[in-house]
C-alpha cells in the first residue's frame, strides 16, 4: 500500500495580518496532483486543518472544495483525518453524516458512545489499488485533559499516563480487527519527547513541554504512526516509522528555513517497506534583511536598495515577505517611513521591522529583540501574569488547570 501524511495545513492563516489563502491553495491543487501521480492508496492528514477553533468562511470553503475535488478526481481514495489542538473538534465533527456518506472519515474530538471509545469512528481500514483491506488505523485526534481516563495516583504523571492509556486501548482494538497481512497504522497530534518546536507558532501542549510524550506510545508492531502537530519534519526516537510530516507551509518568519513537505509512506505487507518526502514548491518566499545579526540602518537601507524591482504583473501573493532588523544607538521616530521609502517598487512587502537597541550596555550580539504580544502563546502571557505577583513559578497543576480552561475557550469563543 502506499500513504501520503500531511498535516498543520492551518487553512486561514494569516502572517502579520497578509491572508496565506492563495498559498494554501496552490498547495492543495499541488496535493491533489501528487496524490494522483504517485498512485496514492490513503491520505492521512494529522490535524491542524484550520488555524483556528473559529475559522473564517474562505477557510471552511477551501477545506470543503478540496475533500470534493479529491472525492471526484480520485474516487477510491480513502481519506482519514483527525483534529488537532488547533481545530475546534466539534466544527470538524458536524459535518461526519456527509463526510461518512462520502467516503471519508473525520475524527475531530475522541469520539464516545454511552461512555465508552466509539471504535467505528477511531478505527479505519484503508483500502489498496485491488479494495483489499491492506491496513487499519488508529486515528486518535489531539486528546485535551477532559478526554482523558483517571490512572492510579502511583502511576507518574497523570496526563501522559492517561494519554498512554487512551492510545492503548485504541491499537489494542485495532489488532483485534487487523488480519494476517494487514499492517498496523496510528494518527496522533500531540508533542513527543526528544524533538524540536519552533518556538513562534506552535503550543507546548498537555500542559507544557513536561508533557511531552514518550516514543514507546507507539510499539513496534505499528507499521507508522503519521503524526502532526510540529511543523518541522522530524523522526521521533530515530524511528523510521514515527514521523511528523510538518507544515506544507512556513506558518511563522522562524520556520523559513524548514523544508516543507510530504510523506509518501510503502507499507509491505504487515511492515513499513519506505519512506520518502516529497518537497511542497514554496509559492511566496520569505527573506531577513540583513540576513544575520540586525546592521546599523545606513547599512539596512542600502542592503534594501539593492533588492530586486517589482516585475510588472507579478501577483501580489507571490511577493516575499521581508523581514527588517535595524539596530539603532536610540529610538527612531521615522525608521518605518525610510524603510518604505526605499522598499517603494521593490518586489519584497515589509511584514516585520525589529528595532534592536544599543544603548544597553551590552556588547549588539547580546542584544536581543522582544517578542510583540502576536508572537506569545498564551502560556507565554499567562506565565508572565503569574511570575509578576509570585516568586515560584506555577505548580503543574496549576498550569494543568490553565490548559484545561484555555481548551475550553478555544472551542467555545464566537
Not at 494518527?187 to 514507546?216: F, I, W
Amino acid at each position: 500500500m502506499r500513504l501520503l501524511h500531511t498535516s498543520d495545513w492551518h487553512l486561514g492563516h494569516t502572517l502579520y495580518d497578509v491572508s496565506r489563502d492563495a498559498e494554501h491553495a496552490a498547495f492543495l491543487d499541488w496535493l491533489l496532483e501528487t496524490l494522483e501521480a504517485e498512485a496514492v492508496d490513503a491520505l492521512l492528514v494529522a490535524g491542524d486543518i484550520f488555524d483556528t477553533a473559529n475559522p473564517s468562511a474562505d477557510a471552511q470553503a477551501a477545506w470543503y472544495q478540496f475533500v470534493a475535488k479529491a472525492r471526484r478526481r480520485l474516487p477510491r481514495l480513502d481519506v482519514v483525518v483527525i483534529g488537532g489542538n488547533h481545530d475546534s473538534a466539534a466544527r470538524l465533527d458536524a459535518p461526519d453524516p456527509l463526510f461518512s456518506a462520502l467516503g471519508v472519515r473525520v475524527v475531530g474530538g475522541l469520539p464516545r458512545v454511552r461512555g465508552t471509545l466509539d471504535w467505528e469512528r477511531l478505527l479505519v481500514p484503508l483500502h489498496d489499488a485491488k479494495g483489499r483491506v491492506g491496513a487499519w488505523v488508529a486515528a486518535v485526534p489531539f486528546l485535551r485533559p477532559a478526554d482523558l481516563p483517571p490512572v492510579p495516583l502511583d502511576a507518574g504523571d497523570r496526563l501522559v499516563e492517561g494519554v498512554r492509556t487512551v492510545y492503548a486501548e485504541v491499537l489494542g482494538a485495532a489488532r483485534r480487527r487487523r488480519q494476517a497481512g494487514q499492517a498496523l497504522v496510528a494518527m496522533g497530534h500531540c508533542y513527543m519527547t526528544g524533538t524540536e518546536l519552533s518556538v513562534l507558532s506552535e503550543r507546548k501542549v498537555l500542559g507544557g513541554n513536561q508533557h511531552a510524550l514518550p516514543v514507546d506510545l507507539f510499539p513496534e508492531d505499528v507499521a507508522y504512526a503519521a503524526l502532526g502537530h510540529l511543523h518541522k519534519a522530524q523522526r521521533v526516537g530515530g524511528r523510521e516509522g514515527v514521523r511528523y510530516s510538518g507544515s506544507p507551509l512556513p506558518l511563522s518568519l522562524s520556520e523559513a528555513g524548514y523544508r516543507h513537505q510530504v510523506l509518501v509512506v510503502e507499507l509491505e505487507g504487515e511492515t513499513l517497506g519506505e519512506v520518502r518526502s516529497l518537497t511542497v514548491p514554496r509559492t511566496t518566499d520569505m527573506m531577513r534583511v540583513p540576513g544575520r545579526d540586525a546592521a546599523p540602518l545606513e547599512t539596512v537601507l542600502a542592503l534594501l536598495e539593492a533588492l530586486p524591482a517589482s516585475e510588472e504583473g507579478a501577483l501580489d501573493w507571490r511577493r516575499p515577505y521581508l523581514e527588517v532588523c535595524v539596530s539603532l544607538p536610540r529610538p527612531e521616530p521615522a525608521l518605518r517611513q525610510k524603510v518604505e521609502k526605499v522598499l517603494d517598487g521593490k518586489a519584497a512587502r515589509l511584514v516585520k521591522l525589529t528595532p534592536a537597541y544599543t544603548g544597553t550596555g551590552g556588547a549588539l550580539a547580546e542584544v536581543q529583540p522582544g517578542l510583540s504580544l502576536k508572537e506569545r502563546t498564551p502560556e507565554d502571557v499567562f506565565r508572565a501574569r503569574y511570575a509578576r505577583d509570585f516568586e515560584e513559578p506555577p505548580a503543574p497543576a496549576v498550569v494543568e488547570a490553565f490548559h484545561a480552561l484555555l481548551s475550553d475557550v478555544q472551542e467555545e469563543s464566537p
